[in-house]
């Protein structure tokens, strides 16, 4: 739906700050993130050029405060624990950093990485994100993980032990699993979390391995009715163990939520560093989409010719910014907040709704829209991407 009226955005003074380190030891069949296999790299080099480009950006934006630094990758573990604490000194100077900024690296937990956990939070990390994946051994071999159901336990007592917060992936609706077995997955998990788990259910991209096992038939996850099913068993078990899912695959106890991607999910401004990395900065009242050049060597050199390797600088236009915040506003279990909205984009959400779209998605209960905001129920976070098109397209 066109909307004419100039848009007015508060994006007020903070912002957060993605890192990106591309490289993995190996790359799992069910990931299509911009991850690469490098046997060697020089990585002082590889930390000089991130700096580059974070003092390039801090350019336009060096009077935001920097709410949250995340490391994602790849396997950022991977690095030198010294390339984070520079990064994270070098974010100080730049931007304002406060002590209580929340520092986030994803790891991976094998022996090579958490061996490192406590010089990573002595350069300055405070949240450690570890991609654990599954508690069942033949589980981890499918997903083509290269740790065992030891060591990933061992990692979590690691990262409870020197962290003051920390998180843990699990994927499930993996082949021939039941809702009995998820259950005692799930529950085991529970057991072991901190205050924030991401559940996800697993899903076939294309131009992975396992795109290509699921188009010949060797690969086949479970059928709808099961996958809603363990959706809802997921929603209900967490919600009652009193992590709350306040995002679609994101469950936390009161105020352990993931600020960072908080940031993403409520329209915020962050700055994308590192090949591939992503970003949305709001200058002079207009936001920006930013992308960095995604493949590692190509990236490198241009950081190395230029300061910076942007390959798209781009004005969001009023409509398109308009659509990214439902967008992504409704993954949340809360929806978007009426005043939210209005401060995002100068209107309310009835100026930018059609009506005749949005109706049945309220009549039938996968929307509510009152004097609180937009939210997608229970029944619509199950199907929403189907409820985001027919409200969108």
Same mark, same amino acid.
């Given at each position: 739906?066109?909307?004419k009226?100039?848009l &007015?955005?508060?994006?007020?003074?903070?912002?957060?700050?993605?890192?990106?380190?591309p490289?993995? *030891?190996?790359?799992?069949?069910?990931c299509?993130?911009?991850?690469?296999?490098?046997?060697?790299?020089e990585q002082?080099?590889?930390?000089?050029?991130?700096?580059s480009?974070? &003092?390039?950006?801090?350019?336009?934006?060096?009077k935001?405060?920097? /709410?949250?630094?995340?490391?994602?990758?790849g396997t950022?573990?991977?690095?030198?624990?010294?390339?984070?604490?520079?990064?994270?000194?070098?974010?100080?100077? =730049?931007?304002?950093? @406060?002590?209580e900024?929340?520092?986030t !690296?994803e790891a991976?937990?094998?022996?090579?990485?958490?061996?490192?956990?406590?010089?990573?939070?002595?350069?300055? =990390?405070?949240r450690?994100?570890?991609? =654990?994946?599954?508690?069942?051994?033949?589980?981890?071999?499918? *997903?083509g993980?290269?740790?065992?159901?030891?060591?990933?336990?061992?990692?979590?007592?690691?990262?409870?032990?020197?962290?003051?917060?920390?998180?843990?992936?699990?994927?499930?609706?993996?082949p021939? #699993?039941?809702t009995?077995?998820?259950t005692?997955?799930?529950? @085991?998990a529970?057991?072991?979390?901190?205050?924030? %788990?991401?559940l996800? #259910? %697993?899903?076939i991209?294309?131009?992975?391995?396992?795109?290509?096992?699921a188009?010949?038939g060797t690969?086949m996850?479970?059928? @709808?009715?099961?996958?809603s099913? *363990?959706?809802?068993?997921?929603?209900?078990?967490?919600?009652q163990?009193?992590?709350?899912?306040y &995002?679609i695959?994101?469950?936390?106890?009161?105020?352990?939520?993931?600020?960072?991607n908080?940031?993403?999910?409520?329209?915020?401004?962050y700055?994308?560093v590192g090949?591939?990395?992503?970003g949305?900065?709001?200058?002079?009242n207009?936001?920006y989409?930013? @992308?960095?050049?995604?493949?590692?060597?190509?990236?490198?050199?241009?950081?190395?010719?230029k300061?910076?390797?942007?390959? /798209? !600088?781009?004005?969001?236009?009023?409509?398109a910014?308009i659509?990214?915040? =439902?967008l992504?506003?409704?993954? *949340?279990?809360?929806?978007?907040?009426?005043?939210h !909205?209005?401060?995002?984009t100068g209107?309310?959400?009835?100026d930018?709704?059609?009506p005749?779209?949005?109706?049945?998605l309220l009549?039938?209960?996968?929307?509510v829209?009152?004097? /609180?905001? %937009?939210?997608?129920?229970?029944?619509?976070?199950?199907?929403?991407?189907s409820?985001l098109?027919?409200?969108l397209?």
């Amino acid at each position: 739906m066109p909307i004419k009226k100039p848009l &007015e955005l508060t994006s007020g003074d903070e912002i957060a700050l993605y890192i990106h380190w591309p490289f993995c *030891l190996s790359r799992c069949p069910y990931c299509d993130f911009n991850a690469h296999v490098r046997p060697d790299i020089e990585q002082a080099d590889w930390g000089k050029a991130l700096l580059s480009e974070m &003092e390039y950006w801090a350019k336009n934006t060096s009077k935001r405060k920097i /709410k949250s630094i995340f490391f994602g990758g790849g396997t950022p573990s991977l690095m030198k624990p010294s390339i984070a604490a520079d990064i994270i000194s070098k974010a100080s100077k =730049l931007w304002s950093l @406060e002590n209580e900024t929340e520092i986030t !690296f994803e790891a991976n937990p094998t022996s090579v990485e958490i061996k490192n956990f406590r010089e990573f939070r002595s350069a300055g =990390l405070n949240r450690v994100s570890i991609g =654990l994946q599954a508690l069942d051994d033949n589980a981890l071999k499918f *997903l083509g993980r290269t740790h065992s159901r030891k060591v990933g336990i061992l990692a979590i007592e690691l990262a409870d032990k020197i962290f003051p917060r920390f998180s843990f992936d699990l994927i499930y609706g993996r082949p021939h #699993q039941t809702t009995t077995n998820w259950t005692s997955e799930l529950h @085991e998990a529970i057991q072991m979390s901190a205050g924030h %788990l991401s559940l996800y #259910q %697993l899903t076939i991209e294309k131009g992975t391995p396992f795109y290509a096992e699921a188009r010949s038939g060797t690969l086949m996850l479970p059928n @709808e009715e099961i996958s809603s099913m *363990l959706f809802q068993l997921t929603q209900d078990i967490c919600e009652q163990k009193g992590l709350l899912p306040y &995002e679609i695959s994101n469950h936390a106890r009161p105020g352990q939520e993931c600020i960072h991607n908080l940031t993403y999910w409520t329209g915020g401004d962050y700055i994308g560093v590192g090949p591939g990395a992503h970003g949305r900065i709001t200058i002079d009242n207009q936001t920006y989409e930013t @992308e960095q050049i995604p493949g590692p060597e190509t990236w490198f050199s241009s950081v190395r010719e230029k300061g910076h390797a942007t390959r /798209k !600088f781009k004005k969001i236009n009023f409509n398109a910014r308009i659509d990214e915040i =439902l967008l992504m506003g409704l993954r *949340l279990t809360n929806g978007i907040s009426r005043d939210h !909205f209005i401060q995002h984009t100068g209107l309310d959400f009835e100026d930018v709704l059609d009506p005749k779209r949005l109706r049945p998605l309220l009549v039938e209960d996968y929307l509510v829209l009152d004097k /609180k905001g %937009l939210r997608a129920t229970k029944k619509g976070l199950l199907r929403l991407n189907s409820v985001l098109a027919a409200m969108l397209s």
